[in-house]
């Protein structure tokens, strides 16, 4: 967090260990429910309308994201296009990336890059869903851009020494998916079964994609 003046100062929770799971979520699904209960009670809304909302935002998911990138393992010509125009890229597929610019980083065996919102939780939701609470959580934002690698150590990947590791702050105006590398025994694999092997946390940079034994280099057992 930020001091008065503006200066980067460390809080008690930054140094929590990154963790799937969001300590507190009981108590605000709790007051959530209460809440619609009580604006339906009052005629202010309609369970239809509410189901109508959740549906739109629950119909993105990774999946989507994942045939961006197998396509773009298969077709050298439409990678060059996402990796230029990124929202472009996707609407050629059909998905329109609603909230911003959307800017593709693609990984490399000596480049790894490293997606985080320090803000708040900028994401690309309309394509790949909803965040893992680990992404949105205090521990993460701050410490991502502090100690990337320790804190990808602790999601369960380990990046060398030698492999250069970029961290890109999401904000209102661009949001990153992140191009991971291609198994290097996928070359037979079609768009469909290459799609199967990238999964959302690929497509942040917190993991590889497909098994890890193919990978320049591996994961290490989760922390805890």
């Keep these: 967090m930020n001091d008065r003046k503006g200066r980067f100062v460390s809080h008690p929770d930054d140094d929590a260990t990154v963790i799937e799971g969001h300590a507190g979520a009981d108590y605000y699904a709790l007051m959530t429910e209460a809440t619609r209960q009580l604006l339906i009670e009052r005629g202010l809304l309609i369970q239809s309308d509410i189901d109508a909302v959740i549906a739109s935002l629950e119909a993105p998911r990774p999946e989507w994201g994942a045939m961006i990138v197998a396509r773009a393992w298969r077709d050298d010509a439409y ?63 701050a410490r991502a851009v502090r100690e990337p690698r320790r804190v990808l150590a602790e999601l369960g990947l380990v990046i060398p020494p030698e492999v250069e590791l970029r961290v890109h702050d999401s904000n209102a105006d661009m949001r990153y998916l992140v191009l991971p590398m291609a198994p290097a025994d996928s070359g037979t694999l079609d768009e469909a079964a290459l799609a199967k092997l990238v999964t959302r946390d690929a497509m942040i940079g917190a993991s590889l994609a497909g098994k890890d034994a193919t990978m320049p280099f591996g994961r290490s057992k989760p922390h805890g």
């Design 79 to 141: 990678r060059a296009r996402l990796l230029a125009d990124g929202s472009g890229a996707a609407a050629e597929m059909g998905f329109r990336i609603k909230e911003a610019q959307l800017v593709v980083v693609e990984n490399s065996p000596t480049l790894h890059n490293l997606v985080v919102c320090t803000l708040c939780s900028c994401y690309p939701r309309s394509l790949l869903g909803q965040p893992p609470w680990w992404y949105i959580s205090k521990s993460y934002r």
